[in-house]
């Protein structure tokens, strides 16, 4: 049986970049303790417990941020921003309660948020493309003052309608589906001839969307590797399955079933881009393995 590793597996460059800063901070004595991530660094278990493993822990937002910070100031000594990104206020209040902050969000979604922010300057109405509950959607919204329409689904599309006479700005959600952007800015800009259309996805994301259509019609079975609060990683997974109805998920090599690969003579792997290179290693010897 042969198998094909995708080029683009694993860890992208930011959630590589956020990785190493943690594993750095946590290794430096001059930095405050206890060390707190403001959620989950990224969008896996694995990865997650073994950053508790070095004794940083996640803490969660309850309620407003002002009551957040006011119970954790004496709790806290440093808190770490995830790659995802977060809103303006936090920065606002970190500063105000003498929280000391670690950013490690991901350059290219700090690009989203200014766009956002410079949008909303100019007074445009706003446009997100995007999971409007994903964590790095939630953070650019606060950045257009929680200003802006979300499109989510083919029916937010068919749906969308604004003021004809104001200016129109479109975003997206970085690991946001390519096809999905295209076809929905596509319309918008059909509909609203003056819109600025920012297509503001990942160029990694892209190129792992083009290559996974491409694997899926060149082998029998495809397996994508991550978890399922990766919202990347499960949309790999989508549009794999849209080429090959042979593509299967999973988190773990403990996952993978034998059956899946009767009279199977190409195999394709590929994972999201919070899925850490040990596991993919171990999903890689399981399959060697059947």
């Known amino acids: 049986m042969e198998i094909t590793l995708s ?16 594993e750095k901070i946590a290794k430096d004595p001059k930095v405050k303790r206890p060390i707190f991530v403001l959620g989950s660094l990224v969008h896996n278990e694995d990865v997650v417990e073994k950053i ?26 440093t808190l770490v921003i995830t790659a995802h990104g977060i809103g303006p206020q936090i920065y606002e209040l970190a500063k105000k309660y003498k929280v000391d902050l670690v950013d490690t969000t991901c350059p290219r979604v700090v690009k989203v948020q200014r766009l956002a922010k410079a949008f909303f300057d100019r007074d445009a109405q706003i446009v997100i493309i995007g999971e409007k509950n994903h964590k790095e959607v939630k953070g650019i919204f606060e950045w257009a003052n929680k200003r802006a329409i979300f499109i989510e689904t083919d029916e937010d599309l068919c749906g969308f309608d604004v003021d004809h006479t104001k200016k129109i700005a479109v975003i997206s959600q970085t690991t946001q589906d390519q096809e999905f952007v295209d076809r929905a800015a596509a319309q918008i800009s059909q509909k609203y001839p003056n819109a600025e259309v920012v297509d503001s996805i990942c160029l990694t994301t892209h190129h792992r969307q083009t290559e996974i259509k491409q694997l ?60 850490p290179g040990w596991i993919i290693e171990e999903v890689m010897r399981e399959i060697k393995n059947i």
């Open 7 to 22: 080029q683009y597996a694993g860890f992208c460059e930011g959630v590589e970049r956020a990785y190493d800063i943690v």
């Open 52 to 77: 508790e493993k070095m004794g940083i822990q996640k803490v969660h937002v309850e309620g407003p941020l002002e009551d957040f910070f006011e119970k954790i100031k004496k709790e806290v000594g």
């Open 216 to 275: 899926a019609q060149e082998n029998n079975v495809v397996i994508v590797i991550g978890s399922p609060e990766s919202a990347n990683s499960k949309r790999l997974w989508e549009i794999a399955k849209r080429v090959n109805e042979s593509s299967y998920f999973v988190q773990r090599a403990s996952e993978i079933e034998k059956k899946w690969f009767a009279d199977c003579k190409k195999v394709a792997v590929t994972a999201g881009a919070s899925t």
